[in-house]
Nanobody, 125 residues
């Protein structure tokens, strides 16, 4: 059984930083790309960032480029989302997800098959 557990969410003032973690189990984690998505109230879930199985390739949504980075520690089966210069519009529930097949990476929700429960990030102005 694959499990993804996010942590690190919270409330921060605009301009502040947070680091989210996603601990994975139940799959050969190192063979799969991992993605981060977010969902604000009343809005559709959207892509934020993704990192390849090797950690050598990353992709980002235009709205977060230069402010948010993702990384992974395969020895710890954990992927991270470092968020800097946060804005009120970054307020959302953040989810990590595992790509559905080994190798490959994308920003499409449909390409990810396992999801965490989400962690709330609130940015106050």
């Amino acid at each position: 059984q694959v499990q993804l557990v996010e942590s690190g969410g919270g409330t921060v003032q605009a301009g502040g930083s947070l680091r989210l973690s996603c601990a994975a189990s139940g799959r050969t984690f190192s063979k799969y790309s991992m993605g981060w998505f977010r969902q604000a109230p009343g809005k559709a879930r959207e892509f934020v960032a993704a990192i390849s199985w090797s950690g050598s390739y990353t992709i980002y949504a235009d709205s977060v480029k230069g402010r948010i980075t993702t990384s992974r520690d395969s020895a710890k089966n954990t992927v991270y989302l470092q968020m800097n210069s946060l804005k009120p519009e970054d307020t959302a529930v953040y989810y990590c997800a595992s790509y559905r097949i080994p190798i490959g990476i994308s920003g499409s929700l449909n390409d990810y098959d396992y999801w965490g429960q989400g962690t709330q990030v609130t940015v106050s102005s």
